[in-house]
Each structure stands twice: as structure tokens, then as C-alpha cells.
């Protein structure tokens, strides 16, 4: 996989979550999709979706429990998990994440 | 100004400074330089330059003293700062910081 995305637009403000344990970029492709690339720091979070979306975890390690689900499976870098939308899941970030987050 | 970067590349890979304190992600365009892209948290941080920078404030507000210089500055979203090569600053950040550091 690469690690980085060509030919893109990335808009100037950061979209800050949580009081800075998120912080991400939005990243607008030619075809009109749209991503967020971003950094989640060590925290225990809980994330909710409008649209669904796939978590693909580029660097570092967390634990992650999905609505309705009962275990938690941990991801760690080049691994991703799938989110349904207008749902939510929570997110024991162990080691600080690099990520991008793809809308569906 | 535009509120965005088109046609670029941009690194997965964030860069973390100051225990996350200030984050930031590479730019790359056509013409071969390089610009980072990046948010500072509320923090009292000295920062060290290698290649001369253009610090531009997009959003936030901050106190900067140069390196030799006794006089604090206050700089806010729309204004920018030039640092001299294999200098450093001292920066204290009010609001967190929507940043553009151009490389000279």
C-alpha cells in the first residue's frame, strides 16, 4: 500500500475531536470522494457514524468494540475494520494511531 | 486564500512533536516543495529550524519570540512569521494553531 495519496486536495483546517485526541485532514479526491487522514492519540473514545465507513489503521495499535458487539478485537497498523452507518463503536487507542478513514 | 491545497501529495504518516502537541502532515507538490500541514495545542514550546520557514497562521492565535529577539508577538489566523535557518522560537500557543509551514 502507499503511504501517501497523490493528486489530491487537502483542505487547510483540522478537524479536532474530542478535545484534541483526534485530529485529522480532510483529503477531497478527483473522482469526489472524500477521506479523513488523522492521528488519534492514546484515550478511550466512542465514535459514532453517519455515513459508514472503513477505520483503516495505518501506524499504531488499539482495541475496538463495535455497537451490539460484545468483544473487543484489536487492529494494529495496515489492518482496518468496517462501520456501519448511523452506528458507533468505541476505541481503546493503546498506541497513538495514524489512520485514514474512508466514507462508503 | 484559498482554504485548501489542490493537486498535491500528502503522507499518511503524521508527524508528532512535544508528546503530540503539535501534529502535522506533509505536503508535496508538482514543483518539488514541501510544506507541512498542522494543528498546535495550547502549550508554551520552542521550536528549531533547519532550511529558513514562512510560519503561516490559518486559524488560532499565538505569542512568538525569535531567536536574539527580547519582544513577545502576538500572531492570529491570516498572519504569518518568517524564522531564519538554524534558528529557533519560542511559541505559546492561545488557541490552538491551524498551521502552514512553508520550507524557503
Known amino acids: 500500500m502507499s503511504?501517501?495519496?497523490?493528486?489530491?486536495?487537502?483542505?487547510?483546517?483540522?478537524?479536532l475531536y474530542f478535545d484534541g485526541k483526534c485530529v485529522s485532514h480532510t483529503i477531497l479526491f478527483a473522482d469526489g470522494t472524500k477521506k479523513t487522514l488523522g492521528v488519534i492519540f492514546p484515550s478511550s473514545l466512542t465514535f459514532s457514524t453517519g455515513?459508514?465507513?472503513?477505520?483503516?489503521?495505518t501506524?499504531?495499535?488499539?482495541?475496538?468494540?463495535?455497537?451490539?458487539?460484545?468483544?473487543?478485537?484489536t487492529y494494529?497498523?495496515?489492518?482496518?475494520?468496517?462501520?456501519?452507518?448511523?452506528?458507533?463503536?468505541?476505541?481503546?487507542t493503546i498506541d497513538t494511531l495514524d489512520y485514514v478513514c474512508h466514507f462508503g
Open 51 to 57: 455515513a459508514p465507513e472503513i477505520m483503516e489503521i
Open 76 to 92: 494494529e497498523g495496515g489492518q482496518q475494520f468496517d462501520v456501519a452507518g448511523n452506528s458507533s463503536f468505541e476505541i481503546e
Open 59 to 73: 501506524a499504531g495499535k488499539c482495541r475496538i468494540k463495535l455497537a451490539g458487539q460484545s468483544e473487543w478485537q
Open 3 to 15: 503511504d501517501q495519496f497523490d493528486n489530491v486536495t487537502v483542505k487547510k483546517q483540522a478537524n
